[in-house]
């Protein structure tokens, strides 16, 4: 099973972008799916998540208002939309998959797969 993330790239301050997280390989029981980003020179941290058989969703103080995570559960695609962008956005984004509620899903140790990661550059 593999998580493929697209949809970055580069945008001016204000703007928005879309990234996806495909799941795709044998069949993953998916129990929730998080994002979370690295910038240069700093840790890995927590965006938002979603539950997969709910839709509950939950998000970082710092982009609450502004992203919202969506999911396709018959294309087992999570969808993380990102508007107001600013600079210290900028990181490279990471979807990742979870297949039990062990653990809480703020921290980067309790997922089962991991995207490739996605580059967001948001321009001043």
């Known amino acids: 099973v593999q998580l493929q993330a697209s949809g970055g790239g580069l945008v001016q301050a204000g703007g928005c972008l879309r990234l996806?997280?495909?799941?795709?390989?044998?069949?993953?029981?998916?129990?929730?799916m998080g994002w979370f980003r690295q910038a240069p020179d700093k840790e890995r941290e927590f965006v938002g998540y979603?539950?997969?058989?709910?839709?509950?969703?939950d998000y970082a103080d710092s982009v609450k208002g502004r992203f919202t995570i969506s999911r396709d559960n018959a294309k087992n695609t999570a969808y993380l939309q990102m508007n107001s962008l600013k600079p210290e956005d900028t990181a490279v984004y990471y979807c990742?998959?979870?297949?039990?509620?062990?653990?809480?899903?703020?921290?980067?140790?309790?997922?089962?797969?991991w995207g490739q990661g996605t580059l967001v550059t948001v321009s001043s």
């Open positions: 996806s997280c495909a799941t795709s390989g044998r069949t993953f029981s998916m129990y929730g």
């Open positions: 990742a998959a979870r297949s039990t509620i062990s653990g809480s899903y703020y921290a980067t140790g309790t997922y089962d797969l």
């Open positions: 979603i539950s997969w058989s709910s839709g509950r969703t």
